[in-house]
């Protein structure tokens, strides 16, 4: 599997948009999930969503649900996860990841990415 490397993060004020970027570089050809995960200070690591690398197909975790929307770019070999309305607790460090099987759990993720840092102030 190729590269994870995850970019867009920053700081923003609560009500605010982020964009963040997933390269996956060299593809990884095949049929995966491709996921983004959120760990804030002190907690565990969760789910955020994910795509399916063969037909782009995504779902996002209900905790999410209307805020954030995920996408990904063939051309481009990059998962992109658009957060709007963010809040406080939407602060952490956000990864993507690389996996197969239960696209839900995060065991089933084996290449990960550096992660990138968001932070949104009240």
């Known amino acids: 599997q190729g590269q994870l490397v995850e970019s867009g993060g920053g700081s923003v004020q609560a009500g605010g948009s982020l964009r963040l970027s997933c390269v996956n570089s060299?593809?990884?050809?095949?049929?995966?999930?491709w996921g983004w995960f959120r760990q804030a200070a002190g907690k565990e690591r969760e789910w955020i969503g994910n795509?399916?690398?063969?037909?782009?197909?995504?779902t996002i975790a209900e905790s999410v649900q209307g805020r954030f929307t995920i996408s990904q770019d063939n051309d481009k070999n990059t998962l992109y996860l658009q957060m709007n309305g963010l809040k406080p607790e939407d602060s952490g460090v956000y990864y993507c990841?690389?996996?197969?099987?239960?696209?839900?759990?995060?065991?089933?993720?084996?290449?990960w990415g550096q992660g990138t840092q968001v932070t949104v102030s009240s």
């Open positions: 990841a690389l996996g197969s099987g239960n696209c839900f759990r995060r065991s089933s993720y084996k290449t």
């Open positions: 060299p593809y990884t050809v095949g049929s995966y999930c």
């Open positions: 795509s399916l690398t063969l037909n782009g197909r995504a």
